[in-house]
């Protein structure tokens, strides 16, 4: 039995930058505030140990963004199994959107769900 190793297609390749970039921008985005954020915390009346760990979680999801990000562009490297990775980004992405929404946060819920369209895209075969 002979094993195919078959490179994306340029579509699929280009969808899969597209959305890893949504994902990369985003994750610059949300750590511009990363200073703003910390001063705001130090400057309330918020207990010294949520001081201290806040600006720490604020910054988490953009480090999480861009990791997915890179996932995603290590996948145009990738022979075999790139498709199950940029799915299981995409489902990772799909939490991240619905936190998003749950926290009342709509226009980065919708970027994610776009950025889960890409990948999506990336991931249907092109017909021959």
């Given amino acids: ?4 190793t ?3 297609s340029r579509r699929s390749r ?7 970039t949504l994902l990369i921008f985003m994750a610059f985005f949300h750590g511009s505030g990363f200073y ?23 910054i988490h999801p953009s480090i999480h963004l861009l990791g997915l990000a890179a996932l995603g562009i290590l996948t ?3 022979r075999q199994e790139s498709n ?5 980004i995409s489902a990772l992405i799909f939490i991240d ?3 998003s929404f749950y ?8 970027l994610l769900l776009i950025a889960i369209f890409f990948f999506i895209l990336s991931l249907i075969p092109k017909k021959a």
């Fill in 84 to 88: 199950k990775i940029l799915f299981f």
């Fill in 103 to 110: 926290l009342e946060a709509f226009i980065p819920g919708v």
């Fill in 14 to 20: 280009a969808f899969t930058i597209i959305g890893s």
């Fill in 1 to 4: 039995m002979e094993i195919t």
């Fill in 6 to 8: 078959t490179r994306k």
């Fill in 36 to 58: 703003y954020v910390t001063d705001q915390i130090q400057q309330s009346n918020a207990t010294s140990i949520l001081k201290e760990i806040f600006p720490i979680l604020f």
């Fill in 76 to 78: 145009l490297f990738m």
């Fill in 97 to 99: 959107s619905l936190i």
